[in-house]
């Protein structure tokens, strides 16, 4: 299985100069949990850095840093790990794994970002795959049992 089966192809981002608070607040309204992070321009294709939840909690409110006066920038992580739509969701695990993050930005072709995946993706992937190999064994189960009679 492929990462282009299971990315989430919406983008949400915030500019690097919005506050924290603002950064916070879109990820509520929009239920996501990583935000890209996105220079003055307004392309979400290319971003300089992502923020997450956990970013907000561990790095900001933890440090009592004031969410009104403290800028995405300030605590956003500056490299955004990547991985190509077309690898396979094994090489996607391993590279989350090697560098210890739970959301990859997805490139297309023209390595411009076209998604986020996120670790709650690729479980929801391998929880339907795990699914579908319980069905073929209630089916052949079933079938055995109608043969026998």
């Known amino acids: 299985m492929n990462v282009a089966r299971v990315y989430t192809r919406n983008v949400v981002a915030t500019r690097h100069s919005s506050n924290l608070q603002q950064a916070a607040m879109l990820m509520r309204e929009r239920h996501v ?8 321009e307004a392309r979400t294709d290319s971003a300089v850095g992502i923020i ?7 790095q900001a409110m933890a440090e009592g840093v004031n969410p009104q006066e403290a800028n995405v920038g300030d605590v956003m992580t500056p490299d955004v790990a990547t991985i190509g739509e077309s690898a396979d969701i ?18 297309g072709e023209d390595d411009t ?3 986020i995946l996120s670790f709650d993706d690729i479980i929801d992937a391998l929880a339907t795959e795990v ?19």
Do not use: F, P
């Open 33 to 40: 949990g990583a935000l890209l992070v996105i220079g003055d």
């Open 113 to 115: 970002i076209v998604g």
């Open 131 to 149: 699914a579908s190999l319980a069905d073929i064994i209630r089916s052949e189960c079933d079938r055995e049992a109608d043969e026998l009679g």
């Open 90 to 107: 094994h090489e996607a695990m391993e590279t989350m794994r090697e560098l210890g993050v739970r959301r990859l930005a997805v490139t």
């Open 52 to 58: 997450t939840d956990r970013d907000l909690v561990v």
